[in-house]
């Protein structure tokens, strides 16, 4: 695929209705995550302990219903049919966070509907990557063309953030989760549009099993690595907000247009990165972004007004478009017959990071305060760089 039929793909009808069904998924996560922190401790009056706790529950729960619904997926149930099951989760777990006020029933709803709900996301690419197994020369091209599909989910955090701010400064975080819950019934609305009734493609031979892939030591390598570097971004966006506001004296629209500063770049990082990533390039693409993260959040360490952070932002923006988008289509790669496994690897890997970002903040955070964090983030950031540097990358048979 040269580059004129490239941007034809990207011009079709039904890939840009996928872009779009994407976008609305990145909404309902951009509106809810940059405030997550600040509405368990300043309207539901979590400790830091007891967030850690939620988080670390809400993520455990998720990635163990995520893998087996991943698992599931790739025997031959359709995608689509899991994609309306995880919007509706989405819709009820929204409403019931903004009904409810104790935390142990805020984390019943979190590690039921909501983990149900995070199933969209590897999902809707491992979707993706198997219709692009369906045309020519789309294997070689899925670095780029997941690198768009990736970019709107970034285009979401342009504005979600920054919307969702007003939102809280005006209504209150009651409207935010029903406005989430409102964009999941849309996102619905678009599967049944967008998203075609078909089970995966046959890849795998009668009566063989399905592999977990971690049995591999390249596959779990890198599970690690990621694991940690999500870890990271999951403790920055945690630690950024209370340092904005309770250090800098930022409000929270400020933190908004911090939060929503890198995903402007994010776009075009993406898109840029997966051109390079055709070439042939994946490891160098991905070793470049985790050492700007461990460049990030050293930065972070000596900041001392909050409009330093924004344009420290695009450093940030270059770091996650390759972690997020480049990264994809490299965990597919080494599990090139099971896409649905592959991508819930990739989306287990954010949560476990979650799940390990979560328990360090509540442990730590008032040990070694926003700067410390800073550093412990840093630290994740560099030994992700070692692990993907000195491990080589085999594909599992």
């Not at 309207?43 to 993520?59: A, D, H, K, V, Y």
């Not at 970034?154 to 209150?172: D, N, S």
């Not at 950031?381 to 080589?392: E, G, Q």
Request: charged share 10%; glycine share 8%.
């Amino acid at each position: 695929m040269n580059a004129t039929s490239r941007y034809r793909a990207l011009r079709e009808p039904a890939f840009a209705g996928l872009l779009a069904t994407n976008f609305v998924l990145g909404l309902t996560s951009a509106f809810i995550v940059p405030f997550g922190s600040l509405w368990a401790t300043q309207e539901i009056g979590m400790s830091s302990r007891t967030l850690g706790l939620f988080m670390t529950i809400n993520s455990l729960s998720a990635i163990v219903l995520s893998t087996l619904i991943a698992r599931w997926s790739d025997s031959g149930i359709s995608r689509r049919k899991l994609l309306f099951i995880g919007s509706f989760a989405g819709v009820l777990g929204n409403i019931g966070f903004a009904s409810a006020r104790d935390p142990v029933v805020l984390t019943l709803i979190g590690a039921s509907l909501m983990a149900i709900a995070s199933i969209n996301f590897a999902q809707l690419f491992a979707y993706v990557r198997e219709d692009l197994g369906r045309r020519e020369h789309g294997a070689a091209e899925a670095p780029f063309m997941m690198g768009v599909l990736r970019a709107f989910y970034a285009l979401a955090w342009t504005v979600g953030p920054i919307i969702g701010g007003r939102i809280v400064t005006r209504f209150g975080y009651l409207a935010i989760f029903l406005a989430a819950a409102a964009l999941f019934v849309l996102f619905a609305l678009f599967v049944v549009v967008f998203v075609a009734e078909r089970p995966p493609e046959p890849s795998l031979r009668p009566n063989e099993p399905l592999s977990w892939g971690l049995g591999q030591p390249s596959v779990l390598a890198h599970c690690i690595a990621f694991g940690l570097m999500f870890a990271a971004f999951t403790l920055n966006t945690l630690n950024l907000p209370l340092f904005l506001t309770q250090k800098l004296g930022a409000t929270e629209q400020g933190v908004g247009t911090a939060f929503a500063i890198s995903p402007m770049f994010e776009m075009l990082f993406m898109v840029w990165f997966g051109h390079i990533a055709t070439r042939g390039h994946q490891k160098r693409v991905i070793i470049f972004g985790v050492a700007a993260a461990t460049c990030y959040f050293l930065m972070l360490r000596f900041v001392t007004a909050s409009w330093h952070v924004y344009p420290m932002q695009v450093l940030n923006a270059a770091a996650v478009a390759v972690t997020t988008s480049v990264v994809i289509p490299y965990f597919q790669d080494l599990m090139p017959r099971q896409a649905g496994v592959a991508t819930s690897l990739y989306s287990n890997a954010l949560k476990v990071g979650g799940l390990v970002g979560f328990t360090v903040f509540g442990l730590l955070a008032s040990q070694l305060g926003n700067a410390g964090l800073f550093l412990v983030c840093a630290a994740l950031s560099a030994t992700t760089l070692a692990i993907v540097v000195f491990t080589r990358p085999r594909r599992v048979t």
